[in-house]
């Protein structure tokens, strides 16, 4: 039985007795509060889903892996989520190249469970240029989960001028077609970003006669005696000065 003092404490039994009658009372109490404990864990865990093991996955959907420089990079895809698309995935996006890191950004999926990734190319140099695209798992379950992701490798080249211009810029250069024929070809070369111009550095009016050397640029670049970027600097000076209007 147990006693207390006068300030109300427990009194330890002064008999052999009583006091592993004391002892055996008291531990049972802690073994048996130590057991509900270790219940009320484990029935904690195995209330957190499998899915808290992170199993989502960043898929992308139909890659370009091929760009000129100037044309903007798009990757789309969809988060796999137990096989479904899923919203609120937190992705991460770093784009490598022969530089190193050039851009990184998060975003999670849209409400569809699908991401759209751009970035632009105009001041970069060509090459390799890798793309990292890693998932974060839903909200509730990224301070738990392992990361997944994946890789994607992508092209950038120079521009390369189309045969046909060359030959078109000879007859221009020797009079043989108007200067509006050109013209027509310089627009579709810059509708199609093989040749790459600023839109916005573009005057709002200027001379509508083409300066005299840009046609000897033209017939030098026709016989190869400069290369393409000498002839495409004189169409981009024509852009930015108005005389060739997009």
């Known amino acids: 039985m147990v006693s207390f003092d006068e300030d109300g404490a427990k009194k330890i039994p002064e008999s052999r007795i009583e006091r592993k009658t004391f002892w055996l ?14 219940l009320l864990m484990a029935f904690a865990f195995a209330s957190i889903p499998a899915s808290a093991t992170h199993i989502s996955k960043p898929v992308v959907v139909e890659p370009k892996t091929e760009y000129i420089i100037g044309e903007k990079v798009a990757i789309r895809g969809w988060v796999n989520y137990n096989e479904i698309p899923t919203a609120d995935v937190l992705l991460n996006f770093k784009v490598t190249g022969p530089v190193g890191v050039l851009a990184e950004r998060s975003f999670p999926s849209d409400d569809t469970g699908n991401f759209t990734f751009e970035f632009e190319t105009r001041d970069l140099e060509p090459g390799r240029y890798d793309i990292v695209i890693t998932s974060h798992c839903l909200e509730v379950h990224r301070q738990i989960c ?5 890789t994607l ?16 810029a000879k007859w221009w250069s020797e009079g043989a077609i108007s200067d509006s024929d050109f013209v027509q070809g310089i627009q579709y070369l810059i509708k199609n970003n093989i040749i790459v111009v600023s839109k916005t550095a573009q ?4 001379p509508s006669q083409i300066p005299g050397w840009i046609k000897n640029s033209a017939k030098w670049w026709s016989e190869g005696r400069i290369p393409d970027s000498d002839f495409v600097s004189g169409i981009k000076y024509m852009v930015e000065k108005g005389i060739i209007r997009l």
């Open 203 to 206: 005057q709002e009016t200027g």
């Open 153 to 168: 490798s992508v092209n950038l080249q120079d521009a390369m001028v189309p045969g046909w211009i060359k030959n078109s």
């Open 146 to 150: 392992t990361y997944q992701s994946q």
């Open 25 to 38: 009372f008291h531990s049972n109490i802690f073994m048996k509060k130590t057991v509900v404990f270790a």
